[in-house]
């Protein structure tokens, strides 16, 4: 089995690969927050047990192994994440910095007991999946910062790139940026830096980095 590093390590390239984001040492050491001869000798071990391949050219994948193991931890996290906020009302913020230490602790068993429990969740409180989603349906999502002015957008998902950002999380929360709200982009910034939203009624102003950790679903243009 693996160790904790090593999970950690697999979550990590598996999450870069969901967001589309090429998969080379530099993206892991910055995701890992460590430096880039640290990621090149763990990856070295970790192709060596059998948890990565190198595809075209320095991008590194996972191998079957891998990607079993980290779609295995990445939806226990969830399953708790969504225990921790329905039934001990968590913020998203603390529910994400706890589960990711109880992800390693608990077995599956507990972690599909918790999940029958709460009704069998689709998707942890940020919108990302805990079961498998029709490919349709992701294809059909877009991050807002790609959402013209006047058009409305469903939110489906916050980026697992943005929960281990606190202060973002808080503030995602706050704002009611949550799976099912309709969003309507209002007005963008003349260097399409900043994005203006109306949520329920409210204007909330948030920076291209963050409108590109939220994942939408283009509706109709608002009248």
Known sequence: MPTIPIENYLIAIQTLRDEGIRCI??????RMEVSAPTVTETVKRMERDGYLV??????????????????????????VERWLTDVLQLDWATAHEEAHKLEHAISDVVADRLWRSMGCPDSCPHGNPIVELDPAVIARRVRLRDIDPGCQAEIQRISELAEDNHELMVFLEQKNFRP??????TDRGPLRDTFTVDIGGSQTTISSDVAGFIWVCPQERAA
Do not use: F, K, Y
Request: hydrophobic share 40%; no cysteine.
């Open 54 to 79: 190198h595809g075209d050219g320095r991008e590194i994948g996972l191998s079957e192994r891998g990607r079993d193991i980290a779609l295995n931890l990445m939806r226990r996290h969830r399953m």
């Open 25 to 30: 040492p530099a993206r892991i050491a910055e």
């Open 180 to 185: 099912g709200v309709v969003v309507t982009v």
